[in-house]
Structures are given as C-alpha cells and as structure tokens.
C-alpha cells in the first residue's frame, strides 16, 4: 500500500531555494584623480607621504529588477595634506546584483558586506593603475573588513534613533 504526503516528494519536506547571489554587472560611476602640484611633485623625491583612505558603501532597489540591487562602493584617497597634497583620488565603482532565497533579516548584511567584499579587488585595481598612471607609485590599497564597517555604521544608527527617541 501506497502512502502520499503532502508536504514533499516522498514524505520529505519541501525544499527552500538556495540562496544565490548573482553580478549581473560592474561599472565605474565616477573616476576622479588631481594631482595639484604636477609635474614639479613627479621630479622631487618626497619623503613617504600619510595616506588618507575613505570607504563609503551604499545600496539601492534597481527599481525594474525584482530582487536587484544596485551597491555602489567609494573608495576616497589622498596623498599628502593641503598644500603638500600629491595627489587625489575618487572612485565611485557599482556592482548589480541579484539576490534570491536569502531570509529578510540576512538582506543588509549581505548588501553591505558580502557584495562590496567582490566589488573591491576591482576598485582596488582601478586606484593602483590611475595612481600609476599618474606617474606615482601603485597604490594598493589594503583589504578591507566590511563586516566591521558594517557593524560600527549598525551600531552609529542605533545610538543615532535612541538619541532621536529621548
């Protein structure tokens, strides 16, 4: 005799869709480099100058893909301070990305941490050859922990609605 189960195939329960993250495109957004005291600064042999780096990420609804997302990573560089500035770099550099089957409360944490961790050896490449073309040496950027980052800004939003509460 023959048992039917309603919840799955052979009584098993129904499987979820596995999660999946997917790139469906990268570009540069924004790309800016100045250099305010070339070419004399190209001639010289400064002393190693302190680096500055700046990291921003942000997301947004790709408002005609159904669980697409549109994650932009900037990254902000500058050599030197005022008028010993050797040089200046912006970039703006977004990925799209398709998300599927992750629970909603595992949404945020894949946004900003897991899609601008792929997002970055791409940035990072793109600063190391615009500084090199400049004539400077590579600069290579050091890995960033996006999980940390992601914490700290989670943790700024909460003290930033408990401050608007009171």
Known sequence: MSETHQNGVNGAEPQQEAPSLNILAQY???????????PGVLRAQPRAPGINIGVNVGAVPVQDGDNEYDVKLTLNAQAGEGAETLFHVELQ???????????QEHMLPVLFIECPRLLFPFARQIIADVTRNAGFPPLMIDPIDFAALFTQRMAEERARSQVQTV
């Open 93 to 103: 550099y977004g990925g799209v990305f398709r998300l599927a089957g992750f629970p």
């Open 28 to 38: 540069i957004k924004d790309l800016s480099f100045e250099s305010p005291q070339a």
